[in-house]
DNA sequence: TGTAACCGATAAATCGATTTTTCACTGTTG
DNA sequence: CAACAGTGAAAAATCGATTTATCGGTTACA
């Protein structure tokens, strides 16, 4: 019983056409705002074109192009904020220029990445934003080099010789949160990052030790990375902390790695700032409504895919020329989280504060 | 200078059937696994697929398809992990069958839900899966009805006399978390959340309400809720425990409600559980590593997926009978948010108890 | 006066696959 | 030996739009 009805086909161009009493090239040519057509037909064809509520079969108008109107977008994941304003953003500018965007998450899978971008390669779509797994010398980057696809790389790349990137400027906001850190006397302290991102996380690391040092040369920054999953990170900074390190300070290179630091915290009865202070790389919501606020770099989504779609679509229309490399300026947000070395109350864990 | 090669147009079925010594429709037939092609020429064909690399456009085939390969996914947002996973479930579920998804956001709008949808039909998508703004009656699905459109809806609906229907047991899990406040001698207990979603929010309050009651018959229950954006909910909370409410347990019926709430705890210097407890309808990852750790109602995201990817396909595959309304139960998560009223080391103000 | 440009519109080709129709050829049977 | 059934494959139609070639009829220009 269930919808069964309204199985009607749909009013194709010749429809209209003979409604309008004209041929289908003229009907194209209306819709497509050619101003040789006389102007008592093109009322006529609108009106048909009224009348049976007449819409372009998009694929079906794509199917000469060799460039269809349509933006694939590959992100590493779906499940963050990140990553999930990313999409809404690309897919408001993709539509805003009459473009599908087909959106697939490669799951963190470079594997997975390269079977994505050879579907998309198959749908021929005009252009790729692609947010690689890894960096830009992936092997979907190959691949989007060997078949000369038309791309953008954003957020864990730094520059390419064959693609344009765009990026948060990682080392700069690294610094600024060095400044800040040192600034407020820490002299030990600790980050922690997933290696496998190479190209950022170096940007983040290198940007925050040389400012830091610069600061205050005999500063003592410790760093923790682990290569795949998050996991091992956990348990390297729980034997960390099990040997007795007391940093004052921990700035996590990514969102999961705050996380995993907050627990790691809770563990032990650790409350900030009081007992240690804490920066994350990447901004969540929740991160403001925490027990205290956590301090962030917070990334200009809106910039990088407003940007990302500008250099592609420069790109799509045939624009030639070297690759660009762009760095989107990050916020320091400063919260609670932060605070100076021993300056609070600091009993031993419990429930205070 | 960048990407101007391997402009090289890819070869098509014809390119195929030349190299191989045989028709076009033979190479679409040993490729569709038809047997009636002679051994011989279908390994001639084979052998020219490999050669020359050769991959179906997926555009073209589709053409003369009534329903296209491609399945449309309509979500309220992408930035809550709820409805990133579903995207990321969706998108696989649909791979698997050999569909693309076309993901897009409504932005919480019906208007632009519509919008949407009329874009979905024109491409002819063979089926929707629709996540609503507010529920089961919205323009939307009546847009769908209209036009004959196969889909599924999911989430903040409870059934529907058109389409097939997916949700989480929101009554079924408000019950248990009134079992569980309850159970812990709760007798006042403060409800918040936003009516527009109305069809799954009242169902939560309900469910919620029912049960407690039963319970405890003089349990006292208040209800906040705010008809639009989550702003006015703030200031209503605020205003009620400015008039110096004192309930001793909270529970958001939405993840929005569970961060104002805790902003406003913590704009008031409250702790959970000492002072007050929380529970929120819908997980998230930083819930476990907050200080404490917050209770939580998990919706069974993959089965939601699954079942209304399934559901979708059945219909389709042209199956028809009377629509189904699938309830997936889910879990709820006791954390340290919660506790027995007036049990901590710290009671504040003087609440009955 | 002959050629070219211009008009407005249509017929036809095109895109790349699928599906239906047609056809040539083999082998069987009455 | 003619009628017939069965094979395997090619030819053609189809999907719905866009683009190119073409057409008859004027007007402009050399």
Redesign the interface.
């Known amino acids: 019983?269930?919808?069964?009805?309204?199985?009607?086909?749909?009013s194709s161009i010749h429809d209209v056409a003979s409604h309008a009493g004209v041929s289908a090239a003229t009907v194209s040519k209306v819709l497509a705002g050619v101003t040789t057509v006389k102007p008592e037909n093109a009322q006529r064809v609108l009106d048909a074109v009224e009348r049976l509520g007449y819409?372009?079969?998009?694929?079906?108008s794509?199917?000469r192009r060799?460039k269809?109107r349509i933006i694939g977008a590959i992100m590493p994941?779906?499940?963050?904020?990140f990553?999930?304003?990313m999409?809404?953003e690309l897919?408001g500018l993709a539509?805003q220029r009459g473009y599908?965007?087909?959106?697939?998450?490669s799951?963190e899978s470079e594997a997975r990445e390269k079977e994505i971008l050879?579907?998309m390669?198959?749908?021929?779509v005009a252009g790729v934003v692609l947010a690689p797994v890894r960096n830009e010398h992936g092997p979907a980057a190959d691949f989007m080099?060997?078949?000369?696809?038309?791309?953008v790389l954003i957020d864990r790349v730094l520059s390419d010789d064959?693609?344009?990137t765009v990026s948060a400027d990682s080392a700069a906001a690294s610094a600024e949160v060095a400044r800040m850190l040192v600034g407020k006397g820490h002299s030990h302290i600790l980050v922690i990052g997933l290696a496998e991102q190479a190209a950022t996380v170096r940007a983040r690391l290198e940007g925050f030790r040389s400012q830091a040092l610069a600061l205050n040369p005999s500063v003592r920054i410790d760093v923790i990375t682990s290569e795949v999953s998050v996991e091992p990170l956990r348990s390297s900074l729980r034997d960390y902390f099990g040997q007795g390190e007391r940093p004052t300070a921990v700035y996590s290179l990514l969102l999961k790695g705050t996380?995993?630091a907050?627990?790691e915290f809770?563990r032990r009865g650790w409350?900030c700032p009081d007992d240690i202070s804490l920066v994350g790389f990447d901004d969540?919501?929740?991160?403001?409504?925490?027990?205290p606020a956590i301090a962030a770099v917070v990334q200009p989504v809106r910039r990088i895919a407003s940007e990302a779609m500008n250099l592609l679509f420069r790109?799509v229309e045939g624009a030639?020329?070297?690759?660009t490399a762009r760095l989107e300026p990050c916020q320091v947000l400063e919260r609670e989280s932060v605070g100076s070395p021993g300056s609070g109350p600091h009993s031993g864990g419990g429930?205070r504060q």
């Open positions: 019983m269930a919808q069964h009805k309204g199985q009607q086909r749909r819409r372009v079969d998009p694929l079906a794509d199917m060799a269809r994941e779906f499940e963050s904020e990553f999930g304003q999409v809404t897919e539509e599908t965007l087909v959106a697939a998450s799951r050879a579907r390669h198959d749908w021929r080099k060997a078949n000369g696809m038309t791309g064959a693609f344009d996380l995993v907050l627990s809770r409350h969540a919501e929740w991160m403001q409504v925490t027990w790109r030639v020329g070297p690759p429930d």
